[in-house]
């Protein structure tokens, strides 16, 4: 198989994923906290990405959209893409549902030109959406190429080393290579990390791991300023059954159990356009 190979099977399992995710109780958290008046972010992300009232704003990735009709809640003028078809029409639904503007696109990240023009003042992405990228390098271009002089890049991401534990073992049994070779982790999970209870006709996916120093370069090379580089001792998902819930805060967090040694399980990063 090729790189378009691997690509066009992970849309056909993000198009199925995408139809059944806003009836899962995963999703329902976030859209419920929308139809509320909230938000599907966390403070963290607000804050450190600043004011965002008046900006445009690119979101990558975006999904369902719950994080793009967010931003536009707060005041961007949102533009949101996504390579799967039906990610696109679940997120005009929702956006549609709760009367926010969002712009929505359907697009291959490395194929924006065309679909998406001109510069924004913020371009965004966040949670699980690296390893998805065959091609970090060309990534940060594009994020490069999307910003305004003065631009504000930011990313919030599940961190590298806990994707080096085997994620079906109870304890932390390292199973993948920090520093990947290039080809892409195969997985055939029959069911979606939203609905464990799912039952997939398209499971098989490929992901491509990256350590945290390639996508620190990439983004120096695209020519990036890095304003800061925060690991966090949570993330946003139960990506590890060795993780519990942190209940310090009402937002959606989790962490190592009492007693165990911390471990960098997010991080967050946030840069400019010169």
Known sequence: MNVRDYVEANRRHWDEVARLHPRTAFYQYHLERLRSGGTALHRLEIDEVGDVAGK????LQ???????????????????VDFSAGAIDEARRIASELRVDVRFERANIYELAGVVDGAFDIVY????VLSWLPDLAAWARVVARHLKPGGVFYIAEFHPTPWI?????????????????GE??????????ADPDSNLENRRTYSWPYPLGQVVTSLIEAGLRIELLHEL??????????????????ERWYRMPDGAPDL??????RALRD
């Open 56 to 59: 445009t704003l690119l979101h």
């Open 62 to 80: 975006c999904h369902i959209g719950t994080e793009s009709v967010s931003w536009a809640r707060l005041g961007a003028r949102v533009t949101a």
């Open 125 to 128: 992405t966040s949670w699980g």
């Open 165 to 181: 534990f085997d994620e079906f073992s109870e304890g932390l049994r390292v199973r993948y290579a920090y520093f990947p070779d």
């Open 184 to 193: 892409p982790v195969m997985d055939e999970t029959p069911s979606s990390y």
């Open 233 to 250: 001792p949570r993330c946003p998902y139960q990506m590890l059954p060795i993780l519990v819930r942190d209940t310090t805060d009402d």
């Open 264 to 269: 960098p399980l997010g991080f967050t990063l």
